[in-house]
């Protein structure tokens, strides 16, 4: 086969967690882009609509949009269901869902600190990012590994599934230490967690022709405050955050035949910053 041909995805049925978000939208639109058929699952039923058509007349392809939570195995079964009526077959899935905590718009800033951090939102947290990636995985992996075409997963982590969040870059002026705002413990449990549910499943169903990587990315650009830009850039070697389509290309790879002897990994894509 022709190596650029690798990346083609004609015909093939992708679902992406979190699909109507910022970066779901992306994979979304790469997918649509290789020819193959997206299929936005998020919990904002409307939000998946929305962009799954505005993908649809965009590149002129079937993109569904379905309001689906992943936290809770029946809502997962009945998704698949759905999509195996309309289309017989899956074929991707990208665990993008996360509850992503914007540290710098939070209004109770002091919560996200570790010692008030509340069991709650641990949990409410934990659900979304690691027990609804380990359903999708229970659930629509387990039906590609039954497939006999076999299936890719695609797990979204982090920078911060590799380093510590450096705290200093969230801080605020006047602020007492106790007040000061943290990027929260379940981010870094999550992601990390993450990496090693991709390891364990790759390892699991590495003879059932179901290959499972990951990608971890580094900050995208969204207009943040200029303070905290300037303190997360310095971290970067690059010199700057990521723009918001530069991971497409590198998930276009990792969800297509042109990554076909890998599983198992994780493809770092933070313009340098875990490297300092
Ligand atoms: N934005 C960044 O700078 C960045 C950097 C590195 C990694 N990431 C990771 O990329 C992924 C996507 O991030 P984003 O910035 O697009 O986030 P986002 O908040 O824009 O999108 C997340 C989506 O998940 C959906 N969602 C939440 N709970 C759900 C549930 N129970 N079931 C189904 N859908 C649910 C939300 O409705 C939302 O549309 C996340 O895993 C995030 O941690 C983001």
């Known amino acids: 086969m022709n ?158 599934g590799i380093i510590a969040p450096d705290q200093r870059i969230y801080r605020r002026e006047k602020l007492d230490e106790d007040k000061q705002p943290v990027k929260p413990i379940t981010y870094s449990v999550i992601k990390h967690g993450l990496i090693g549910m991709t390891k364990y499943l790759a390892t699991y169903w590495a003879d059932k022709n179901v290959r499972v990587n990951t990608i971890s990315p580094g900050g995208i650009f969204t207009n943040q405050p200029q303070d905290f830009v300037k303190k997360l850039t310095s971290l970067i070697p690059m010199g700057r955050m990521a723009r918001v389509d530069e991971y497409k290309a590198a998930v276009l790879f990792l969800i297509s035949d042109a990554s076909s002897y890998m599983t198992g990994a994780n493809l770092i894509v933070d313009g340098g910053r875990t490297c300092w």
């Open 3 to 160: 190596t650029i041909d690798k990346y083609k995805l004609e015909g093939k049925i992708a679902i992406i967690t979190g699909g109507a978000g910022l970066l779901g939208v992306k994979h979304a639109e790469v997918i649509a882009e290789a020819k193959g058929i997206p299929i936005l699952w998020d919990i904002d039923l409307e939000s998946a609509q929305i962009k799954s058509q505005e993908i649809s007349d965009k590149y002129g392809t079937t993109c569904l949009g379905m309001g689906i939570d992943i936290t809770e195995t029946k809502f997962v079964k009945n998704g698949l269901k759905d999509v195996l009526d309309s289309f017989q077959r899956v074929d991707i899935l990208i665990n993008n869902a996360a509850n992503d905590p914007k540290v710098n718009e939070d209004s109770n800033l002091s919560l996200s600190r570790f010692e008030n951090f509340q069991h709650s939102v641990w949990q409410q947290d934990i659900d979304v990012g690691l027990t609804g990636a380990y359903l999708c995985c229970q659930v629509i992996g387990t039906y590609m590994s039954q497939q006999n075409t076999g299936g890719v997963i695609l797990n979204i982590a982090s920078d911060l």
